[in-house]
C-alpha cells in the first residue's frame, strides 16, 4: 500500500542506506554503535558479501578446469552427510529471507524516505542463500569437501551477526508483536542448524582436524553406465521439479526413445529386488504356527510389510498438498477483502531503534504480499502433490514386479493337469499379469486418496462455515447427497465394464476362428454365417456399450453439474437466511473456489471405492491361484526311497498277475543287449561306477536283482496314474525302457501314448505304483562335458531324473528366431546345429524366409504351417544334449520322405551314435523294425512290450496286424522317393506369403527410397511428423459420426462454456453491486442496505436461471459426446469387419494374424471405450483454459503483455513433452507384449521345459522383460510428473501476474472489487486445467493411432463377389453331372505375380475319379484354388455343367463345390454346427457322413452326440480324428464334384487305406479330384494328370502311363514302392 503514503511534493525521494529524514535518528550513535538499528543491518551485510565474493572465483574460474571430477557415470553421486536436510534447510531459509525482504519493503512504506538497509541485507542474504547450495552442489558433485571450508566460515559468520541482533532486539524490548524480531529469531535458528549440518559433514567425511579422511565409493547404480533412471540418486531440487529428464525429454525431439535410450532399471527397482522383500514379507506372515493369516488376508499383509513405507510417506505427501491448497480460498479472500476496505486508514507502526516495525497483522494485511504468498503455496502444494502420484506409482510399478515374479515361479510348479482340464486356462493366467497387477498398481496410486478425501472434506467444510454460516452447511449437503448418486453410477459402470468386456471377449474369440478359418470359410462359401454371429455379439456388446456410454455421460455431467447445483443452493439459501447477508466478494469467490476443492475427493471418491474393490477381488484370484496343486518334487524322491521295501511286494503280486511270457523276453533282451553296455561302462572312470553300483544297492534294498537291470534307463511298476480325480487314464502300467536304445510306443488313436510319456516325466499325477529313473553318467562323456559334470551327475543326481529333450505332439515355439527355437539357449555348436537342419530337412524352409533362419516365428512372428513347427520341434530336441529324448508322434503331421529322413537321419544317425535312450511314440508302423524295444498300448493299459521278435512269438495276431499294414510301404527305406508331398506344399504357401510380403515390401522399400534422397533431411522429415498431431485421423473419426452430431457437439460444448463464464461474471457483478450498496448506505446511514432500495432478488433470479441453463447443458454435451462416440465405434467395426470378410486370401496370407487380430481387438477396444472421454475431457480443459485466460486478459488488459512468454514457455513444454510421452506409451505397451506372450508360452510349454529342466533360464528371461516394462512405465510416470510440476509452476506464475496486476488496477485505476475475485479465481482454475490439457492431448495422440490403423485396413480391395448371372439363373441343382471342362487355362496369385498355371486344357467326365500329382511348386494346389476362384484366372476359362465359373456370383459357386484341405480346422461349438453350420442337413445325414468318415463310435460316445461340444480349434481331439471331421463335413454337402487337396496326410495308415475305400464307394457316382501326396492313393483313379510348373505334363489312365517305360509318372510311381 505503498501509495497512500506518498511523500509531500515538496521533499524528493532519495537514496540512502539509513534513509535521509532530517532528525536524522538513523545516524545517531550515542547509545553505542550496537544500539543503532541501521548499523545492525548494515553489520548483517558482511557474512553475505564474504561468501559472494569467494565462492564466485571458485565457481567460475575452478570449474573451468574440471580435470580433478571422480570419473564416475553421472554427476548426480551425493554423498556428503546430511544431503537433504541441508537442501531443506536452504528452502526454508530462502523463503524467510523472501518474508524479510517483503517485510522491509512494507515497513519501509510508512517512511518519508527511502531505508535501503531494511530490505538490502535481507536482499544479499537471499543471493548468499542461493550461492551456498549451488557452491554445496558443485563441491558435492565433483568431491571436493576441503572447499567446504568456505561455506563453514559463513554459516559461523552469519550466525553470529544474526545472534547480536537478535540480542540487541530483546534487549530493547522489541518482541514477538513485531514481525521482524520473530524472523530474525527463525533465521538464528537455521543458520545455527546449517552449522550443525557442516560441522556433521566435517565428522562423517573427515576431510580436516583428521589424520585419515573417509574413503567413500560410489553406489554400483551410479557406476553401471547402463542407469539412467536418476530419481533415486539426484538431489531434492531435481527429485522435486524432475530436473534431471529435461535433456532426457527433449533428445526425444532428435531422436525417439527406445530400450537402449532408457537403459536399465536401478537394482533396487528391479523384480528381483523387490520379489525378495516380498517373499521375505510371506515367510514372516507364515512363521508364527496357527495365528499366520490365510488366503487374501496373507497377500495384503506381505504387500503392507514389503510396500507399505513409502506408501506413507505418499500418503504424509498427500496431506500436506490438500492442506495447502486451501491457501488459495483464503488469499483471495484476503486480497479481495483488503482491496474493498472502504476506510483505508492504518495506524503508524512504532518506531525503535530509529526504525518502523509492524505487527504480522499489518503485515498479512498488505495484498501484495498475499498475493507473493499465494504463489509459495501454489508451487509448494503442486510440488508435494506430484511427489505423491510419483511415490505412490513407482510403489506400485516395484510391487507389479514382484507379484508378476512370484506368479511366474508359481507357473513353473503348477499342475498341468489343471491346464489341460481347464480348471486353469492361459487366459486366465494372462489376466492375472496383464490385469490384476496393474488393478494393484492403480489401487496404490488411488490410496492416498482414501486419507486424504476425509481431511480435504472436513478442512473444506469448517472453512465454509467460517466464511458463509449456516448456509454453508447446506450447500455442502448437496454434494454430500449427490455423492451415493456418483457412487452409483459409479458401480454401474465397472459392471456394465464387466459385462462389456465379456460381449468383447466372445467377440474375439469369434473373430480369431474366422481369421484362422478363413481359407475354409471362402472355400465352403460360409463367411457370412460366421461374420453374422460376430455382429451379433457385436450387437450385444454395443447394447452394453450403450449403457456403458450412457452411465459414462451421467458421471461426466454429475461432474460439471454438482458444483453448480452447490453454489446455487448455497447463494440462494445465504441470502434468504439473513436479512443483511454479507455477500461480498471476498466471501463469494473464496466460497466459490472451496466449492470447487470440495467437489475433487467426491468425484474420485467413486473411482477410488472401484478401484478398491477391484483389488480387493483381484488379490482373491492371486490367492486362489497361489494356492492351486503343484506338481510333486517331492513325491518323486521319496518314491524312490521307499520303493525298497513296497515295490517287493508289488512285483511278487505282479509276477502271479502277468501270464504274459516276460522272463523268455526279458532274458532274450538281456542277451542281445548286455554286451555293447559293457564296453561302455568301461568307459567310465571306476568310481562313477562305484558309486552307481552302491547307490543302486542302497536302493533297491532287497528287490530281485534282476528287477531293475543295469541297462535299463526308466522303469514303471503297477503305475496308476490319472489327469483328474476320475478313473485313472493310465493303470496297470509295468514298462521299462532300455538304456541307450530306440523304444517306440505304438497304439490307437487315443489310447494313452502321449500320457504315457507325460507320467514317466511326472507331469500327470500318480495314484500308486512308482517311477524310478535310473542316472547313468552322462553318456556323452566323450568330451562334451568337462568332468565335474559327469561327477556332480555320478554323485547327486542318481535319485533325480535328469534333463529330456521332449517333443510334444503339438509343437510348441517361441516367440524368437528360428535359430533360437532351435538351440534354446544352448550354446551354438555350427556343425551340430547343421547336422539336426539336415536331419529335420529344414534347410529348404530356412532359403524361403525372409531372413533365413534369423527369422520371427511364433505367435507374433510368421505363420508357420503344422510341418514345418513339428519339424522345428523335433529339430529342438535333437539338438539339446542330454541322455533322453522323448519324440511325440514327431511325423504326425510329416510326409512320408521327411519322416523317413527324420528316421534315417535324425533318430537312427544323430541319436543312435550320440548312445542317446530314445522313447518315440509313432503311428507309422514301418518304422518298428528299427526299433530295439517296443511298447504297445491299448485303452490306457499296456497291451504287450518286447522286441519285434518277442512279439512275434508272444502276440502274433497283433504282430499280423502290423505286418499287413507295414507292408505296403516296407522297402520305403531302401530308396527315397520323389513324390510330390504335403511339405512342398507348405514349402510352397510359406514361399507364397513370403514372396507377396516381399512384394509388399518391395513397394513401401520404393516408396522409401524416393524420400530417402537425403538422409538428415529424412530424419527431421521424421521428427517433425513425430511432434504434429494426427488431425487427419481425427477428422476420420469425427466424419464417421455424421453431421448432425458434430454440429450438436461443437454448439452444446461452445455455449456450455460460455454459460459457465456468464454464471461467475454475473456473481461478480451481483456482489460489487452489494459492496456498493453497502457503502452507500453508510453514507445514507441505512442500518440494512435493503432499506435503501437494494434488493438481492433480482440479481438471485437472474443467476439462477443462468444455473438451470448450464446444468441443462451440461448434460446436452456429455450426452452428445457418448453418443458421438457410440455411433462412430459401430460405423467402424462395422466396415472393418465386412472389409476384413471379402477381402481376397491374399490379404491373410501377407499380413500376420496377429496385426489383424489386433484391429479388432486393442485398437477397437479403443475406439470404444477410451476416444469418446479422452475427446470430452480434451475439449472440456482446452475449452476452460481459454475461457479462463479471456477473463483474465478482460479483468486486467496488462495481464496479455505476460501471457506471451507463459504461452510460449507452455508451447514448448507440450511439444517435448508429446514426443517423449507417445514414444514411452508406445514403449510401455510393446514391452508389455513380450512379457504376456513370455507367461502364455510358458505356461503351453511347461511340460518342455520343466523336461528339460530349464526353469531357471526361463525365470531369467521373465526378470529382463519384467524389467523392460517396469522401466517404460517409471520413465513414463517420470515424464507425467514432469510435464505437471511445469505446468504447475507456469499457472502458479498465471496466477501472480494476474494478481499483481488486479491488485494494482483496483488500487488505481478503480477496478470493482467483484471483478477482482472473478479474475483470481480464474487464474487459479488455469493452474488444474493446463496440465490436463496436455495430458489428453498426448492421450488423444496415442489413441488416433488407432483410428489411423484401422482406416489403412479398410483401404483394402474386396473379392469381386456379384457375377454376371444372378442367383436366380443358375439352375438349382448345379452342377448335377459334374463334367469339368478347363479351357486354356492360366492362373496367378497376384497381378503383381508371376502366373502358377499357363494355359492348362483338362477334360474330367462326369463322375471320374482324376489324381494329380507333381513335384513342388509344380502348380497343383493352384488347379484345385482355381474352381473356388481363389486365385486370379487371368486367361482361359473352367466350364462346369455348361457354366462358366467367372460368370456365377462368388457366394453361389464355392456353395456348390466341396473341398477338404490339407490342414484340419473345426470351430468351438457342436459336432453339429461343425460339420454344418448353415443348418440344412438332417440328423440322418450326419450321422451318415460321421459313419462314413468312421467317427460315428466317437461321436456315440461323447454326451451328447451330435451336440458334444468342440473346443477351441478342435483340441479335445487328436490330429487324425480331426481331418476325419473334415471329411465327414464335405460328406455331408452332398455336391457332385468333391475335390481333395492333400487331405490324408495327417492320418494314421490303417484309417487312410479306409478312407481310400470309402471314396470311392461313397462316392462312386460324384467327381473327385484327388491330389496326392502319396502317390499310391491315386493308382486305382479313373485318369491321372501328372503337373510341372503349371503346365500339364502327362494326362492319361493310370494303367495306360505305367505301360509307358519313360512316363514320368511311372519314376514316381516306382519311387513309391
Known amino acids: 500500500m505503498i501509495s497512500r503514503y506518498k511523500p509531500s511534493p515538496g521533499s524528493t525521494m532519495s537514496l540512502a542506506f539509513c534513509g535521509n529524514e532530517n532528525n536524522s535518528v538513523a545516524y545517531n550513535v550515542d547509545g553505542g554503535v550496537l544500539n543503532n538499528g541501521c548499523f545492525l543491518d548494515a553489520l548483517n551485510v558482511v557474512p553475505h558479501v564474504f561468501l559472494l565474493f569467494i565462492t564466485f572465483p571458485i565457481l567460475f574460474i575452478g570449474w573451468g578446469s574440471q580435470s580433478s571430477k571422480v570419473h564416475i557415470h553421472h554427476s548426480t553421486w551425493l554423498h556428503f552427510p546430511g544431503h537433504n536436510l541441508r537442501w531443506l534447510l536452504t528452502f526454508v531459509l530462502l523463503f524467510i529471507l523472501v518474508c524479510e525482504i517483503a517485510e522491509g519493503i512494507v515497513s519501509d512504506g510508512f517512511s518519508q524516505s527511502l531505508h535501503l538497509h531494511l530490505y538490502m541485507p535481507a536482499g544479499l542474504a537471499f543471493m548468499a542463500g542461493i550461492t551456498s547450495i549451488i557452491y554445496y552442489h558443485n563441491i558435492e558433485t565433483s568431491n571436493f569437501p576441503k572447499l567446504l571450508l568456505a561455506l563453514l566460515i559463513y554459516w559461523v559468520l552469519a550466525f553470529i551477526m544474526k545472534t547480536i541482533k537478535f540480542a540487541k532486539y530483546t534487549e530493547h524490548g522489541i518482541g514477538p508483536r513485531q514481525l521482524r524480531y520473530c524472523i530474525t529469531g527463525l533465521l538464528v535458528l537455521l543458520y545455527g542448524l546449517l552449522l550443525a549440518v557442516e560441522i556433521n559433514v566435517i565428522l562423517g567425511r573427515r576431510y580436516m582436524c583428521f589424520a585419515d579422511p573417509t574413503e567413500v565409493k560410489p553406489p554400483e547404480d551410479l557406476q553401471d553406465l547402463g542407469v539412467r533412471f536418476l530419481q533415486p540418486f539426484v538431489n531434492l531440487l531435481s527429485k522435486a521439479t524432475y530436473w534431471w529428464m529435461n535433456t532426457f525429454i527433449t533428445s526425444a525431439h532428435r531422436r525417439p526413445i527406445d530400450l537402449k535410450v532408457i537403459g536399465k532399471l536401478p537394482i533396487a527397482m528391479r523384480a528381483l529386488t523387490n520379489y525378495m522383500k516380498l517373499r521375505k514379507a510371506f515367510e514372516e506372515q507364515k512363521k508364527p504356527q496357527g495365528t499366520a493369516p490365510q488366503g487374501p488376508k496373507l497377500i495384503w499383509q506381505a504387500l503392507r510389510k514389503a510396500f507399505g513405507r513409502p506408501l506413507i510417506l505418499s500418503i504424509t505427501f498427500r496431506f500436506l498438498a490438500d492442506l495447502l491448497g486451501f491457501a488459495g480460498p483464503l488469499c483471495i479472500s484476503g486480497i479481495v477483502h483488503h482491496i474493498s476496505k472502504d476506510n483505508r486508514t492504518i495506524q503508524q507502526p512504532m518506531t525503535l531503534l530509529g526504525i518502523y516495525f509492524i505487527s504480522t497483522k499489518e503485515f498479512l494485511e498488505n495484498a501484495y504480499v498475499l498475493a507473493v504468498l499465494l504463489f509459495f503455496a501454489l508451487l509448494l502444494q503442486r510440488t508435494f502433490l506430484q511427489a505423491s502420484y510419483y511415490v505412490a506409482i513407482e510403489t506400485g510399478i516395484n510391487l507389479r514386479g514382484a507379484i508378476q515374479t512370484k506368479i511366474y515361479n508359481k507357473i513353473m510348479r503348477l499342475c498341468t493337469s489343471n491346464m489341460s482340464m481347464g480348471e486353469l486356462t492361459v487366459a486366465q493366467i494372462c489376466n492375472l499379469v496383464a490385469i490384476d497387477t496393474n488393478q494393484l498398481v492403480w489401487f496404490f496410486f488411488l490410496c492416498p486418496n482414501l486419507w486424504a478425501m476425509p481431511v480435504q472434506i472436513i478442512v473444506g467444510v469448517i472453512l465454509l462455515y467460517y466464511l458463509l454460516g449456516i448456509s454453508a452447511l447446506i450447500g455442502a449437503t448437496v454434494i454430500a447427497v449427490l455423492a451415493p448418486v456418483q457412487y452409483f453410477v459409479a458401480t454401474k459402470l465397472s459392471q456394465t465394464q464387466k459385462s462389456t468386456l465379456e460381449y468383447s471377449s466372445e467377440r474375439l474369440k469369434k473373430t480369431n476362428e474366422l481369421l484362422r478359418g478363413i481359407k475354409l470359410l471362402k472355400l465352403y462359401a460360409w463367411e457370412h454365417i460366421f461374420c453374422d454371429s460376430v455382429e451379433e455379439t457385436r450387437g450385444k456388446e454395443l447394447t452394453s456399450l450403450q449403457a456403458f456410454a450412457l452411465y459414462t455421460s451421467i458421471s461426466i455431467f454429475m461432474n460439471a453439474a454438482i458444483p453448480i447445483a452447490a453454489v446455487l443452493t448455497t447463494f440462494v439459501v445465504h441470502v434468504h437466511i439473513s436479512e443483511d447477508a454479507d455477500l461480498s466478494p471476498a466471501v463469494a469467490f473464496a466460497s466459490l473456489s472451496l466449492f470447487h476443492i470440495l467437489v475433487t475427493p467426491l468425484f474420485l471418491l467413486s473411482s477410488v471405492v472401484r478401484s478398491t474393490v477391484k483389488a480387493l477381488v483381484s488379490v482373491q484370484k492371486l490367492s486362489e491361484f497361489f494356492s492351486s496343486d503343484e506338481i510333486g518334487d517331492e513325491q518323486e524322491t521319496r518314491a524312490m526311497l521307499t520303493s525298497g521295501s513296497s515295490n517287493h511286494n508289488q512285483n511278487r503280486y505282479q509276477a502271479v498277475s502277468s501270464s504274459k511270457p516276460f522272463p523268455s523276453s526279458s532274458s532274450s533282451f538281456l542277451s542281445r543287449h548286455f554286451q555293447p553296455l559293457k564296453v561302455v561302462n568301461r568307459k567310465r572312470p571306476p568310481r562313477d561306477e562305484w558309486n552307481n553300483y552302491s547307490s543302486q544297492r542302497d536302493r533297491e534294498g532287497d528287490r530281485p536283482s534282476q528287477d531293475m537291470d543295469q ?65 547313468f553318467p552322462n553318456l556323452e562323456s566323450q568330451g562334451d562335458e568337462s568332468p565335474t559334470d559327469r561327477d556332480a551327475a555320478g554323485d547327486g543326481d542318481i535319485r533325480k531324473r535328469g534333463a529330456v529333450a521332449y517333443a510334444s505332439q503339438k509343437p510348441w515355439l517361441l516367440n524368437a528366431t528360428l535359430v533360437e527355437n532351435i538351440t534354446f539357449e544352448m550354446p551354438m555348436i555350427k556343425p551340430r546345429y547343421k547336422a539336426v537342419i539336415e536331419a529335420c530337412s529344414l534347410q529348404p524352409d530356412i532359403d524361403i524366409l525372409p531372413q533365413g533362419d534369423q527369422t520371427e516365428i511364433g505367435e507374433r512372428g510368421i505363420i508357420l504351417s503344422g510341418g514345418q513347427k513339428q519339424r522345428i520341434s523335433v529339430a529342438r530336441a535333437l539338438y539339446q544334449q542330454t541322455n533322453l529324448v522323448f519324440l511325440d508322434d514327431p511325423f504326425s503331421a510329416l510326409d512320408i520322405h521327411l519322416s523317413d529322413h527324420l528316421m534315417q537321419d535324425g533318430i537312427l544317425k544323430l541319436l543312435r551314435e550320440e548312445k542317446r535312450t530314445v522313447v518315440l511314440v509313432t503311428h507309422k508302423l514301418q518304422y518298428l523294425p528299427h526299433a530295439d524295444w517296443i511298447i504297445a498300448m491299448k485303452d490306457g493299459t499296456i497291451q504287450t512290450e518286447g522286441t519285434l521278435k518277442d512279439i512275434q512269438n508272444s502276440e502274433p495276431e497283433l504282430f499280423e496286424q502290423w505286418k499287413t499294414l507295414m507292408h505296403r510301404q516296407d522297402q520305403e527305406f531302401e530308396k527315397e522317393t520323389v513324390a510330390a508331398s504335403m511339405t512342398d506344399l507348405e514349402r510352397k504357401n510359406l514361399r507364397r506369403a513370403m514372396y507377396s510380403r516381399e512384394a509388399v515390401r518391395t513397394e513401401e522399400d520404393d516408396e522409401e527410397e524416393s524420400v530417402e534422397s537425403d538422409d538428415d533431411d529424412n530424419l527431421s522429415q521424421v521428427m517433425r511428423q513425430r511432434a504434429t498431431i494426427p488431425w487427419r485421423s481425427c477428422g476420420t473419426y469425427l466424419s464417421s459420426a455424421g453431421l448432425l452430431l458434430l454440429t450438436l457437439l461443437l454448439l452444446s460444448q461452445l455455449l456450455k462454456h460460455s454459460l459457465m463464464v456468464a454464471i461467475d461474471y454475473w456473481l461478480a457483478h451481483w456482489t460489487s453491486h452489494v459492496i456498493a450498496a453497502k457503502i452507500e448506505a453508510t453514507a445514507r446511514n441505512c442500518t440494512v442496505v435493503q432499506d435503501c432500495g437494494f434488493s438481492h432478488s433480482w440479481y438471485l433470479s437472474v443467476f439462477s436461471v443462468l444455473c438451470c441453463l448450464g446444468i441443462v447443458l451440461c448434460l446436452a454435451t456429455s450426452v452428445a459426446v457418448e453418443w458421438t462416440g457410440l455411433k462412430v465405434a459401430k460405423e467402424l467395426h462395422h466396415n472393418l469387419l465386412n472389409k476384413i470378410i471379402l477381402a481376397p486370401m491374399r490379404l491373410f496370407e501377407t499380413t500376420p494374424l496377429g496385426s489383424i487380430l489386433n484391429r479388432f481387438s486393442t485398437d477397437t477396444n479403443t475406439i470404444d471405450q477410451h476416444i469418446p472421454t479422452t475427446l470430452e475431457c480434451l475439449a472440456r480443459s482446452t475449452l476452460l483454459c481459454v475461457s479462463a485466460l479471456g477473463v483474465i486478459s478482460y479483468v486486467t488488459p496488462v495481464f496479455l503483455i505476460a501471457l506471451l512468454p507463459l504461452a510460449v514457455a507452455c508451447y514448448f513444454i507440450q511439444k517435448y513433452f508429446r514426443v517423449a510421452s507417445r514414444d514411452l506409451q508406445q514403449l510401455e505397451d510393446s514391452t508389455q507384449l513380450p512379457l504376456l506372450s513370455h507367461f502364455s508360452e510358458t505356461v503351453e510349454g511347461l511340460t518342455t521345459i520343466r ?352 505301360d509307358k517305360e519313360d512316363s514320368v509318372f511311372t519314376s514316381f510311381v516306382r519311387a513309391d514302392k
Open 711 to 775: 541297462d535299463t534307463c526308466i522303469k514303471i511298476t503297477s503305475g496308476y496314474f490319472t489327469w483328474t480325480d476320475g478313473p485313472p487314464t493310465l493303470s496297470n502300467v509295468d514298462i521299462k525302457i532300455p538304456f541307450g536304445k530306440l523304444t517306440m510306443i505304438v497304439g490307437q488313436v487315443g489310447c494313452g501314448k502321449s500320457s504315457l510319456l507325460l507320467a514317466t516325466l511326472g507331469e500327470m499325477q500318480k495314484v500308486s505304483g512308482t517311477v524310478t529313473w535310473n542316472s
Open 1251 to 1602: 523336461a528339460l529342466r530349464y526353469e531357471p533360464r526361463f525365470r531369467q528371461r521373465l526378470l529382463q522383460f519384467t524389467d523392460a516394462n517396469n522401466i517404460a512405465s517409471l520413465f513414463l510416470t517420470a515424464a507425467n510428473r514432469w510435464l505437471e510440476v511445469r505446468m504447475e509452476y507456469v499457472g502458479a506464475c498465471v496466477v501472480l501476474v494476474a494478481a499483481v496486476a488486479s491488485i494494482t488496477n483496483s488500487l488505481y485505476n478503480q477496478l470493482s472489487t467483484g471483478l477482482v475475485g472473478l479474475g483470481l479465481t480464474y487464474a487459479l482454475m488455469v493452474s488444474n486445467y493446463m496440465n490436463w490439457m496436455v495430458r489428453n492431448l498426448a492421450d488423444m495422440e496415442v489413441q488416433l493411432g488407432s483410428v489411423k490403423r484401422i482406416n489403412g485396413l479398410l483401404k483394402t480391395e474386396p473379392e469381386n463377389y456379384e457375377g454376371l448371372l444372378t442367383v436366380s439363373q443358375v439352375p438349382d441343382g448345379w452342377p448335377r453331372e459334374g463334367e469339368i471342362k478347363i479351357q486354356n487355362l492360366s492362373v496367378r496369385y497376384d497381378t503383381t505375380l508371376k502366373p502358377v498355371l499357363k494355359n492348362v486344357n483338362a477334360h474330367i467326365n462326369p463322375g471320374q475319379k482324376v489324381g494329380i500329382c507333381g513335384r513342388t511348386g509344380s502348380g497343383k494346389s493352384s488347379f484345385s484354388l482355381a474352381f473356388f476362384r481363389m486365385v486370379d484366372m487371368f486367361e482361359g476359362r473352367i466350364v462346369i455343367d455348361d457354366i462358366d465359373i467367372a460368370k456365377l456370383p462368388l457366394q453361389t459357386l464355392r456353395s456348390r463345390l466341396s473341398i477338404i484341405l490339407q490342414d484340419p480346422i473345426l470351430f468351438s461349438g457342436t459336432i453339429r454346427f461343425n460339420l454344418d453350420p448353415e443348418m440344412k442337413a438332417t440328423d440322418e445325414m450326419l450321422w451318415e457322413a460321421l459313419d462314413i468318415a468312421q467317427l460315428k463310435p466317437v461321436v456315440k460316445s461323447l454326451p451328447g452326440g451330435l451336440d458334444a461340444t468342440v473346443t477351441e480349434g478342435g483340441e479335445n481331439f487328436s490330429q487324425g480324428q480331426r481331418q476325419l471331421f473334415c471329411l465327414a463335413r464335405a460328406f455331408v454337402r452332398k455336391s457332385s464334384i468333391l475335390i481333395m487337396d492333400e487331405a490324408t496326410a495327417s492320418i494314421d495308415m490303417a484309417t487312410e487305406s479306409i478312407l481310400q475305400k470309402v471314396v470311392m464307394t461313397a462316392f462312386a457316382d460324384r467327381t473327385v479330384v484327388t491330389i496326392a501326396h502319396r502317390v499310391h492313393t491315386i493308382l486305382n483313379a479313373d485318369l491321372v494328370i501328372v503337373m510341372k510348373r503349371g503346365i500339364i505334363l502327362e494326362y492319361d489312365r493310370p494303367e495306360a502311363l505305367l
